[in-house]
């Protein structure tokens, strides 16, 4: 089974099999190539245009994965004390600000818009 991108073609068993690419095949984001292949693999049953596939399926995949991390960073805050957590009025958590480190919330985003934070 071959996919048509930018022009090339990449045979999708070649790529899962880790087989090294043809020069020609530089023009080819193996990001998106993922995310479609993740997407489709999700959804076997899915069908749709290339527009459709960019405008809706991709913009889908991302927001669950922006979702998934979003989630990570919302319990790393939390766990931190730089969010707080307000007793569940709705089924959905609801998160503020926790004034009272207003500072160090301050340096902690100069930091990591410096680059000064890494991943341990």
Request: proline content about 3%; charged content about 30%; aromatic content about 6%.
């Amino acid at each position: 089974m071959d996919v048509s991108l930018n022009g090339g073609s990449i045979a999708i068993l070649r790529v899962l099999r880790g087989i090294k690419l043809d020069p020609e095949e530089k023009d080819v984001d193996f990001d998106y190539v993922k995310d479609v292949l993740r997407y489709f693999l999700r959804h076997p049953q899915a069908s749709d245009d290339l527009e459709g596939i960019t405008r809706w399926r991709l913009l889908d995949q991302r927001i669950e994965d922006s979702l998934i991390q979003v989630n990570r960073a919302v319990r790393w805050l939390v766990s931190e004390g730089v969010l707080m957590q307000d007793p569940a009025r709705t089924s959905h958590p609801v998160f503020r600000l926790n004034k009272d480190r207003s500072n160090e919330i301050a340096q902690l985003v100069r930091d990591l818009a410096d680059g000064n934070l890494r991943h341990k």
